[in-house]
């Protein structure tokens, strides 16, 4: 690769010039590159949609019933805490090594969880696999930045949008073949061939520049993040279902994970290398776009969860059905990711996106909410495509703007941060819109149903469709109301959730993107940021 050349630092790494047949080079080492990446952002994605149609199988298997969302939440847990420390460790390191390393960790984790004899070593292999996986996606989106040209980076990162919107609708139809045909272990397996290729092709094109720096890693600020996080993630996923919102367990973690986050944020001004510097919420784009991240993930991963389950308790349709039925939602955030990178890339305005991507989610929301017993799928289906919509529109642009934004030193922890927000973001999504569900669905079927329906959802709020068929005919249309008003209540609360993100996107700052014209007095936003001009 000619290597990148540092603006503003003075100094420049050695074979900076150029041959005359490197530009023919470039592109197709380029795009042997971002295939590799690919691969890697399929590896972080794909996982968990398998694994959770392997699920039952493995409990079926394994036993441990009563741990089974250990499984899931130990893999989150890792995966949130160690998102921040692999984007400044990539900073501080370089980036390819540290996304090589977390390939290999994922690869292993992936391949004890195959071995895995119990639920226990299951849970403890998937956390393996989960502090990996913090790596990968932080990996593609900061590698995409050292790479590509702000200007060039829209595109490309649409298409990384498109690789999670295929992960979504193949991941149930693809964990359910393997685990049909192949067996539950292959859920696993299947990612030791591919996060290989992966890692031959990143080893063999990939060459950023080496760093090397003397300063320590902040131990201190990883620790007390890592503790605020897990704190955080453990509320979100434990309040309202495995404990009261009010009882002491939960007291206790939100004492904690609120102590935890203001010790990190005071040690952060003292550590001589912070794992998460706050110099970089000063610009005002990053910080906005750290919101709007958020606030996609509240919305986007509530959707995801309770349309499946509004389609198949309400609509009648199968598990498999339920996942396909998603495709007008991801179909059209696939095609609004990839031409807003198009349309970014031509002409370097983005502003639009945000603005328009927060009235259609809102809009799209609000749709979704006023679905009851009678509607048809073709009109749920156009709902979604508007949800869809707005989305595609917000996905990839948050991260272009938030990474066009910082220094160039600092493009793994803006990477790392916005990844960590929108994560955050989907946890209390999930955690907020399911305790509205779950409270208005027993609510509607006491009311409705009387005691015997009340009954039916004193444990939970959602049945499958087995339980759901074994009930009496007046009980399962009382649950049927039920879950249309629980559906409404959660997409509503999405609805004006999303009326932040058109807010937020009115204060954006059209700073020019680095690699393009820029006007004066927009150095303010638009830190210097090198070129790299070739892999």
Same mark, same amino acid.
């Given at each position: 690769?000619?290597?990148?050349?540092?603006?503003?630092?003075?100094?420049?790494?050695?074979?900076?010039?150029?041959?005359?047949?490197?530009?023919?080079?470039?592109?197709?080492?380029?795009?042997?590159?971002?295939?590799?990446?690919?691969?890697?952002?399929?590896?972080?994605?794909?996982?968990?949609?398998?694994?959770?149609?392997?699920?039952?199988?493995?409990?079926?298997?394994?036993?441990?019933?009563?741990?089974?969302?250990?499984?899931?939440?130990?893999?989150?847990?890792?995966?949130?805490?160690?998102?921040?420390?692999?984007?400044?460790?990539?900073?501080?390191?370089?980036?390819?090594?540290?996304?090589?390393?977390?390939?290999?960790?994922?690869?292993?984790?992936?391949?004890?969880?195959?071995?895995?004899?119990?639920?226990?070593?299951?849970?403890?292999?998937?956390?393996?696999?989960?502090?990996?996986?913090?790596?990968?996606?932080?990996?593609?989106?900061?590698?995409?930045?050292?790479?590509?040209?702000? !200007?060039?980076?829209?595109?490309?990162?649409?298409?990384?949008?498109?690789?999670?919107?295929?992960?979504?609708?193949?991941?149930?139809?693809?964990?359910?073949?393997?685990?049909?045909?192949?067996?539950?272990?292959?859920?696993?397996?299947?990612?030791?061939?591919?996060?290989?290729?992966?890692?031959?092709?990143?080893?063999?094109?990939?060459?950023?520049?080496?760093?090397?720096?003397? *300063? &320590?890693?902040?131990?201190?600020?990883?620790?007390?993040?890592?503790?605020?996080?897990?704190?955080?993630?453990?509320?979100?996923?434990?309040?309202?279902?495995?404990?009261?919102?009010?009882?002491? &367990?939960?007291?206790?973690?939100?004492?904690?994970?609120?102590?935890?986050?203001?010790?990190?944020?005071?040690?952060?001004?003292?550590?001589?290398?912070?794992?998460?510097?706050?110099?970089?919420?000063?610009?005002?784009?990053?910080?906005?776009?750290?919101?709007?991240?958020?606030?996609?993930?509240?919305?986007?991963?509530?959707?995801?969860?309770?349309?499946?389950?509004?389609?198949?308790?309400?609509?009648?349709?199968?598990?498999?059905?339920?996942?396909?039925?998603?495709?007008?939602?991801?179909?059209?955030?696939?095609?609004?990711?990839?031409?807003?990178?198009?349309?970014?890339?031509?002409?370097?305005?983005?502003?639009?996106?945000?603005?328009?991507?927060?009235?259609?989610?809102?809009?799209?929301?609000?749709?979704?909410?006023?679905?009851?017993?009678?509607?048809? &799928?073709?009109?749920?289906?156009?709902?979604?495509?508007?949800?869809?919509?707005?989305?595609?529109?917000?996905?990839?642009?948050?991260?272009?703007?938030?990474?066009?934004?910082?220094?160039? !030193?600092?493009?793994?922890?803006?990477?790392?941060?916005?990844?960590?927000?929108?994560?955050?973001?989907?946890?209390?999504?999930?955690?907020?819109?399911?305790?509205?569900?779950?409270?208005?669905?027993?609510?509607?079927?006491?009311?409705?149903?009387?005691?015997?329906?009340?009954?039916?959802?004193?444990?939970?709020?959602?049945?499958?469709?087995?339980?759901?068929?074994?009930?009496?005919?007046?009980? &399962?249309?009382?649950?049927?109301?039920?879950?249309?008003?629980?559906?409404?209540?959660?997409?509503?609360?999405?609805?004006?959730?999303?009326? *932040?993100?058109?807010?937020?996107?009115?204060?954006?700052?059209?700073?020019?993107?680095?690699?393009?014209?820029?006007?004066?007095?927009?150095?303010?936003?638009? *830190?210097?940021?090198?070129?790299?001009?070739?892999?």
């Amino acid at each position: 690769m000619a290597d990148t050349q540092a603006a503003g630092t003075g100094q420049e790494t050695p074979g900076a010039p150029e041959t005359a047949e490197q530009p023919d080079k470039q592109p197709r080492s380029v795009r042997v590159v971002l295939l590799a990446l690919m691969i890697a952002m399929m590896l972080a994605m794909l996982d968990n949609m398998i694994v959770g149609t392997a699920m039952p199988t493995i409990v079926g298997e394994l036993g441990g019933l009563e741990h089974l969302s250990w499984v899931v939440t130990g893999y989150t847990l890792a995966t949130a805490a160690s998102t921040p420390i692999w984007g400044k460790l990539g900073d501080m390191y370089g980036r390819k090594g540290a996304f090589m390393t977390s390939i290999v960790i994922f690869l292993i984790g992936s391949a004890l969880s195959g071995m895995a004899q119990n639920m226990g070593e299951l849970i403890g292999f998937r956390a393996v696999q989960g502090l990996g996986a913090g790596g990968l996606m932080v990996g593609v989106m900061a590698i995409i930045g050292d790479l590509i040209p702000p !200007r060039e980076r829209g595109k490309y990162q649409g298409m990384m949008a498109g690789v999670m919107a295929l992960a979504m609708i193949g991941g149930p139809l693809v964990g359910g073949t393997i685990t049909d045909n192949w067996g539950w272990r292959w859920a696993f397996y299947i990612n030791l061939p591919l996060g290989v290729v992966a890692l031959v092709a990143i080893s063999a094109v990939l060459h950023l520049p080496k760093k090397r720096t003397k *300063a &320590r890693i902040d131990y201190l600020g990883a620790g007390l993040l890592t503790l605020g996080i897990t704190s955080i993630v453990l509320v979100t996923t434990w309040g309202g279902s495995e404990y009261a919102w009010t009882s002491p &367990r939960i007291m206790e973690l939100i004492a904690i994970g609120v102590a935890a986050l203001v010790g990190f944020v005071f040690w952060q001004t003292k550590a001589a290398e912070p794992v998460l510097p706050l110099h970089i919420f000063r610009s005002r784009n990053f910080t906005l776009m750290s919101i709007i991240g958020f606030i996609v993930g509240f919305v986007m991963f509530g959707a995801t969860l309770f349309l499946p389950l509004y389609q198949q308790s309400v609509q009648g349709a199968s598990a498999t059905n339920s996942g396909l039925l998603l495709l007008p939602m991801l179909g059209a955030m696939l095609v609004t990711s990839m031409v807003a990178g198009r349309v970014t890339t031509n002409t370097g305005r983005y502003k639009i996106f945000p603005l328009a991507g927060g009235v259609l989610l809102a809009v799209g929301m609000y749709l979704l909410s006023t679905m009851d017993t009678d509607t048809t &799928r073709l009109t749920s289906g156009v709902y979604m495509a508007v949800v869809g919509l707005g989305m595609g529109c917000l996905m990839q642009i948050t991260m272009l703007v938030a990474q066009n934004s910082v220094q160039m !030193r600092d493009m793994g922890v803006a990477s790392s941060s916005t990844t960590l927000f929108r994560t955050l973001g989907s946890s209390f999504g999930v955690a907020v819109m399911g305790a509205l569900f779950n409270d208005r669905v027993k609510h509607v079927m006491a009311e409705r149903g009387g005691a015997m329906a009340a009954k039916v959802t004193e444990k939970s709020a959602s049945l499958d469709a087995a339980s759901l068929a074994k009930l009496p005919a007046p009980v &399962r249309d009382a649950y049927q109301h039920a879950v249309s008003a629980g559906t409404h209540s959660a997409f509503l609360l999405g609805a004006v959730i999303a009326v *932040a993100v058109l807010v937020a996107a009115v204060f954006v700052k059209e700073v020019p993107l680095k690699g393009g014209p820029q006007k004066a007095g927009d150095a303010d936003e638009a *830190a210097p940021m090198p070129v790299v001009e070739a892999v």
